[in-house]
């Protein structure tokens, strides 16, 4: 039972109609890759991209950034789980513990970083269009964060 209004105050406010919300989930893959451009020779690819030219690994972070309204009845946006299996299924099974040049899924993508990114939100947008996809970000290093928010 709520008090009866006094004069002065205003009456509270209600759960705003559908609030949009944005959430990010972050995961997390290890992977071998080289940069080489299949556009360039071997000395230029090398001086372009002097050691990452060479095959290496990083432990890389894919946050996934998706929007939703919270359901009146559970507070919940979005369900993780389902997100779960399309990142896990679209990117995460398919890239971790791989050489990236040798995956499928990435035929033709130069590993950076960047390419990474879109190459990503093509994957999770296939597996599950119905998510309210936001943004993808590759966290390459401590150093290097790529963020994708679709388009060109
Ligand atoms: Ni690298």
């Known amino acids: ?77 979005v369900d993780l789980g389902r997100l779960d299996a399309i990142v896990a299924g679209a990117v995460i099974d398919r890239v971790d513990h791989y050489a990236l040049e040798e995956v499928p899924a990435l035929a033709g993508v130069v590993t950076t970083g960047e390419s990474l990114a879109r190459a990503f939100w093509g994957l999770i947008r296939n597996a599950g269009p119905e998510v309210a996809l936001v943004q993808v970000t590759v966290v390459e290093t401590a150093k290097n964060r790529f963020e994708y928010r679709g388009g060109e």
């Open 1 to 77: 039972m709520s008090a009866p209004l006094m004069a002065g105050m205003s009456a509270p406010l209600t759960v705003l109609a559908a609030p949009r919300l944005e959430l990010t989930r972050v995961y997390h893959f290890s992977a071998a890759h080289r940069l080489v451009s299949p556009r360039l020779d071997a000395e230029a690819n090398a001086r372009l991209y002097g050691h990452c030219a060479r095959p290496h690994g990083h432990n890389y972070y894919l946050e996934v950034t998706v929007a939703g309204c919270p359901d009146p009845l559970t507070g919940m946006s």
